[in-house]
């Protein structure tokens, strides 16, 4: 193998391991980034907002549907079903 083709392969490689799962701060991210731009929040204003969000308890600074869309989430990435998953459900959206 050349060592041209190496930093292709290490690179196809990293993007190939890395869009597997997403983590839990990856995926607290892109909520309140979401919420930042739905509420169309620019400069100084997104960073606070941002900022509050991302250390805040996710699940605490949702509202009611954003909390069911997250616990729903959760419940299909960890594959739940029938009574494991309404268990599940029941303790997330007390949270």
């Known amino acids: 193998m050349t060592l041209l083709r190496m930093p292709v392969l290490l690179l196809a490689l990293l993007a ?3 869009g597997f799962a997403a983590t839990a701060q990856q995926d607290k ?3 309140c980034n979401a919420n930042a731009s739905a509420k169309a929040l620019k400069g100084d204003e997104r960073k ?5 969000c991302l250390k805040a308890d996710s699940k605490a600074a949702m509202t009611p ?5 997250a616990c729903n989430k959760d419940a299909a990435t960890k594959a ?6 309404k268990t599940f ?3 997330c959206l007390k949270k």
Request: proline share 0%; hydrophobic share 30%; with cysteine.
């Open 80 to 85: 739940l079903k029938g009574d494991e998953r």
């Open 16 to 18: 190939c391991s890395s």
């Open 29 to 31: 991210m892109t909520s």
């Open 89 to 91: 459900m029941s303790s």
């Open 65 to 69: 549907q954003e909390r069911m869309t």
């Open 48 to 52: 606070a907002f941002m900022s509050s």
